[in-house]
């Protein structure tokens, strides 16, 4: 009897999980057509991936950026210079006036004796340009050398000719004799934004072809004294001594770069992460004039310009952004000749606005002489268009686009006087200057902290002439505690300084 009952539930239980499937397979697919909807448990319905999932494709760089760098290794060689430096006679060690050395040694070595030239060595680094042998350095890599010899990847050595160089920028262009050498793509220096992912070749130390990676990690980078003109690459890709000359180039492998300076801390010459190149936006221009013309010229303007303060732009009521001061403006210049005039402001050059005087200075002096340029001048409040004709950059003016500092603080602790004809000589400053000049500043005061110094000229105060010291103590009187705007003649150079009272 129970074997029975258990027969019967069994049945029914198979009758039921029989059941269950049909059903759900009829269910299956009447869900599978309705609409035309995919439904779970479709299995022929294929599962598709959202294109562009990821920022970046890896491509071939799965296992690493070798894809990049081997390529462009063969192109950046190793450059061993040699100079001969002659030894100054005072320079010598008074342990060879010794009687006791120079029974020993005699004369060679004591009072008369000729000093022995010395062979001075160094390592950089360099970029192949061009299959038949056009490498780019740094200027420092060779200055001075009177031998130069480059070595490839592959060991191969070369005897190379300086074609020209550059000290302003610090650009190098040598020749070897060679065909079908390897060489580097230029790349477009313009397009790089910080964040982006570099690689630096050469050779530090002397330890062989390294190359390192990072980021770059600013644009634009001037005003750090390393040369006349900057407009640096920086990065922390480790750059060392020997590196100089070497490759900066992209993740395309494209040359961006030429690896130039390190800041390191207590001047120690190891990589600390901070790290400059100059751009081939810069060097390649400089190149190519040195390759047809043997040297470098650059256009000249004749002014000497300042980057606004918010208290100059506040005592000048510029409410613009960007913009630089005229501080001066060199007679018989193109600047000159068109109108400009101190108390200027440059806002824009062609068109492109200007930020910064370091930016309007490498512009200009990228242009050939006799380039027309347009630019819009703020005067009193008012914009208007000038067209000045560049002249050349006089050897001796290889500053003269500068840029002056301005400061801040009271106008107390110094002492004026009236210019006479005898302090214009002494100060070396042309007949007719007029203005008072500073006899005494108390290095303590917060006028030398503006910048105010011994011997400067001051010839206006707020837009105001000042031609004799009584009329400067009436200016100075009328300026009831409010920042004062100083016209300030240093050298010969007129500047602007902004002196916030207290």
């Given at each position: 009897?129970?074997?029975?009952s258990?027969k019967?539930?069994?049945w029914?239980?198979?009758?039921?999980?029989?059941?269950?499937?049909?059903?759900?397979?009829?269910?299956?697919?009447g869900?599978?057509?309705?609409?035309?909807?995919?439904?779970?448990?479709?299995s022929?319905?294929?599962?598709t991936?959202?294109?562009n999932?990821?920022?970046?494709?890896?491509?071939?760089?799965?296992?690493?950026f070798s894809?990049?760098?081997?390529?462009a290794?063969?192109?950046?060689?190793?450059?061993?210079?040699?100079?001969?430096?002659?030894?100054q006679?005072?320079?010598?060690?008074?342990?060879?006036?010794?009687?006791m050395f120079?029974?020993?040694?005699?004369?060679q070595?004591?009072?008369?004796a000729?000093p022995?030239?010395?062979r001075?060595?160094?390592?950089?680094?360099?970029?192949?340009?061009?299959?038949?042998?056009?490498?780019?350095?740094?200027?420092?890599?060779?200055?001075?050398a009177?031998?130069?010899?480059?070595?490839?990847?592959?060991?191969?050595?070369?005897?190379a000719?300086?074609?020209?160089?550059?000290?302003k920028?610090?650009?190098?262009?040598l020749?070897?004799?060679?065909?079908?050498?390897?060489?580097?793509?230029?790349?477009?220096?313009?397009?790089?934004?910080?964040?982006?992912?570099?690689f630096?070749?050469?050779?530090p130390?002397?330890v062989?072809?390294?190359?390192?990676?990072g980021i770059?990690?600013?644009?634009?980078?001037?005003r750090?004294?390393i040369?006349?003109y900057?407009?640096?690459?920086?990065?922390?890709?480790?750059?060392?001594?020997?590196?100089?000359?070497?490759?900066?180039?992209?993740?395309?492998?494209?040359?961006?770069?030429?690896?130039?300076?390190?800041?390191?801390?207590?001047?120690?010459?190891?990589?600390?992460?901070?790290?400059?190149?100059?751009?081939?936006s810069?060097?390649?221009?400089?190149?190519?004039?040195?390759?047809?013309?043997?040297?470098?010229?650059?256009?000249?303007?004749?002014?000497?310009?300042?980057?606004?303060?918010?208290e100059l732009?506040?005592?000048?009521?510029?409410?613009q952004?960007?913009?630089?001061?005229?501080?001066d403006?060199?007679?018989?210049?193109?600047?000159?000749?068109?109108g400009l005039?101190?108390?200027?402001?440059?806002?824009?050059?062609?068109?492109?606005?200007v930020?910064?005087?370091?930016?309007l200075?490498?512009?200009?002096?990228?242009?050939a002489?006799?380039?027309?340029?347009?630019?819009?001048?703020?005067?009193?409040?008012k914009?208007?268009?000038?067209?000045?004709?560049?002249?050349e950059?006089?050897?001796?003016?290889?500053?003269?686009?500068?840029?002056?500092?301005?400061?801040?603080?009271?106008?107390?602790?110094?002492?004026?006087?009236?210019?006479?004809?005898e302090?214009?000589?002494q100060?070396?400053?042309?007949?007719?200057?007029?203005?008072?000049?500073?006899?005494?500043?108390?290095?303590s005061?917060?006028?030398?902290?503006a910048?105010?110094?011994?011997?400067?000229?001051?010839?206006?105060i707020?837009?105001?002439?000042?031609?004799t010291?009584?009329?400067y103590?009436?200016?100075?009187s009328?300026?009831?505690?409010?920042?004062?705007?100083?016209?300030?003649?240093?050298?010969?150079?007129?500047?602007?300084?902004?002196?916030?009272?207290?």
């Amino acid at each position: 009897m129970e074997s029975s009952s258990l027969k019967i539930r069994r049945w029914v239980a198979t009758v039921v999980v029989l059941a269950a499937f049909a059903g759900g397979a009829l269910l299956s697919q009447g869900f599978r057509d309705w609409a035309g909807h995919a439904v779970f448990g479709a299995s022929r319905e294929p599962i598709t991936i959202a294109q562009n999932a990821l920022p970046v494709s890896l491509g071939n760089f799965a296992n690493g950026f070798s894809a990049v760098i081997k390529p462009a290794l063969p192109a950046v060689v190793n450059i061993r210079t040699s100079k001969i430096v002659k030894p100054q006679a005072n320079q010598m060690s008074p342990m060879f006036n010794d009687p006791m050395f120079r029974q020993f040694f005699g004369d060679q070595f004591g009072p008369g004796a000729k000093p022995h030239a010395e062979r001075e060595q160094a390592l950089g680094s360099g970029v192949i340009i061009t299959p038949d042998g056009t490498i780019l350095t740094n200027n420092h890599v060779i200055d001075g050398a009177t031998d130069i010899k480059v070595q490839l990847s592959d060991k191969r050595d070369f005897t190379a000719k300086l074609i020209g160089a550059d000290p302003k920028s610090d650009i190098a262009v040598l020749k070897i004799e060679g065909k079908d050498l390897p060489t580097l793509p230029l790349g477009d220096s313009s397009q790089l934004n910080v964040g982006d992912l570099i690689f630096a070749i050469g050779d530090p130390f002397g330890v062989g072809e390294t190359a390192t990676m990072g980021i770059v990690s600013a644009t634009g980078r001037g005003r750090l004294g390393i040369e006349e003109y900057e407009n640096f690459i920086q990065t922390d890709a480790a750059i060392n001594p020997g590196n100089s000359g070497g490759a900066m180039i992209d993740i395309h492998g494209n040359l961006v770069g030429i690896n130039t300076a390190i800041l390191s801390h207590g001047g120690s010459g190891g990589n600390e992460g901070v790290g400059f190149a100059i751009p081939m936006s810069m060097a390649k221009p400089v190149m190519d004039q040195i390759l047809a013309h043997g040297k470098v010229v650059r256009g000249y303007l004749g002014v000497h310009i300042q980057d606004f303060s918010p208290e100059l732009a506040k005592s000048f009521n510029f409410n613009q952004s960007g913009g630089v001061l005229i501080g001066d403006v060199t007679p018989n210049t193109p600047a000159a000749s068109a109108g400009l005039k101190k108390g200027d402001v440059i806002v824009k050059l062609n068109g492109q606005a200007v930020s910064d005087n370091n930016d309007l200075r490498n512009t200009i002096s990228q242009m050939a002489p006799g380039t027309t340029v347009k630019l819009d001048i703020w005067r009193e409040g008012k914009t208007q268009d000038y067209n000045v004709t560049l002249g050349e950059l006089p050897a001796e003016k290889a500053t003269a686009e500068g840029s002056d500092e301005t400061g801040s603080g009271e106008i107390q602790g110094i002492e004026v006087q009236d210019v006479t004809p005898e302090i214009l000589q002494q100060l070396n400053l042309p007949a007719g200057t007029r203005g008072v000049v500073v006899t005494a500043v108390d290095p303590s005061s917060a006028a030398a902290a503006a910048g105010v110094s011994r011997g400067d000229v001051i010839q206006e105060i707020n837009h105001k002439s000042v031609m004799t010291s009584a009329q400067y103590k009436q200016l100075m009187s009328g300026t009831n505690g409010q920042p004062i705007l100083l016209l300030v003649n240093s050298g010969g150079v007129t500047h602007y300084l902004v002196v916030e009272a207290h």
